[in-house]
């Protein structure tokens, strides 16, 4: 086993984030001791979520052996991030770090949760997978200030009838970025599957998303501008299926 302290990365001023290091198949995990020096440490599913903080560059930091996530991410967000290679004392690999630097908090919202989260912007796109199709969708959320609740996303697909026919519920980032530790400007990049029943009809289907508090189940207040949406919830488009 390899223990890295990576000082390249033990910035005090940096927001360090540990991409799941448990890999099948490796005879010698690299494990990494996170300094208490590290203003805050975080673990995230990088296939589902990213946090880009506003005011201090963002250190995504995977296995050495990774190929692929590093770029994935980077291209999920937007190309905004750099990889570097870290090695131990004797020059093995043994990191791939992302970095990503502060995002500006000028870009305008499709609405407003709770009054303390920004939707910045939402898109959906349908695939096949065997035989049934799965409505892929990616949001973008900022926090205005820190999120005093915890809250649920949810993900509805609705027929012509308002018949919710396929659904995800879950915490931001597959419950690793729980609203709770997103600080004021973080901006999330939070990715949703929900497949579809294969037997469903064909035709149009909307795709609504929302809020709503885990202690109460009560869906929180969502406006666009100065107007509550009906059912605290927002279309964000229509797509066909199957």
Known sequence: MVVAS????????????LAPLSIVGVDD??????RDVWAAVRAIEPKQAAVVPSDRLARYVFPAIDRSQPEALTERLGGAGAIEEI?????????RVV???????????L???AGQ???????????RTGDRTVVAVRLVWRARVRPTDALTVFVHVRDAAENTVAQKDSPPGAGTLPTGSWQPGD????EYEVPAPANSPAGEYRVVVGMYRRADLQRAELRVGAHRADGDELEIARVRLP
Not at 99 to 109: E, H, I, K, N, Y
Not at 187 to 190: E, G, L, R, S
């Open 29 to 34: 995990p690299v494990r990494f001791v996170a």
């Open 117 to 127: 989260i920004d939707l910045v912007s939402a898109s959906v796109e349908t695939r």
């Open 87 to 95: 090695a131990d004392s004797q020059g093995r690999p043994v990191a």
């Open 99 to 109: 970095l990503v630097r502060p995002t500006s908090s000028g870009v305008g919202a």
């Open 187 to 190: 901006t999330v990049v939070d």
């Open 111 to 113: 609405a407003t949760l």
């Open 6 to 17: 990576a000082p390249a990365i033990a910035c005090g001023a940096d927001a360090a984030v």
